[in-house]
């Protein structure tokens, strides 16, 4: 836990967020601001701020929270495909400092991404 860091907040209860589901390693809440009929975040309970700064002992971490994503898609009950995204950096315009996937769905999404 990371002061001062609103996903921290949201993973520990503090501040309000409709989490559609959480286990001792990851929360999964609908995003704020959706882009799609289905937006929700996932984020690791522990605080990482990006891809950047991910070490050895978050392997495991990592590979479980790829390993989810199939099980929420079926949770948040989206269809015929989804995009996951992790904005890392400025460049990619990361506002939240804690690791986060998007996961969206039920719409169709363009490529290349803006
Ligand atoms: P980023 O731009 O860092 O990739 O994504 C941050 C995301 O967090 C944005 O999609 C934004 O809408 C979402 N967000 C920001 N503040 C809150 C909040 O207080 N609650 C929830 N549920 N989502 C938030
Ligand atoms: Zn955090």
Known sequence: MAEDCLFC????????SEIIYEDDQICVYKDIAPQAPVH???IPKKHIESLDTVTEEDRDL???MLFKV????????????????????????????HIHLHILGNRKFSWPPG
């Open 70 to 97: 199939k099980d929420i898609v079926k949770l948040a009950g989206i269809e015929n495909g989804y995009r996951v995204v992790s904005n890392n950096g400025e460049n990619a315009q990361q506002t939240v400092k």
């Open 9 to 16: 907040g949201i993973a520990n209860h503090e501040i309000p």
């Open 62 to 64: 990592l590979g479980y």
């Open 40 to 42: 929700v975040l996932m």
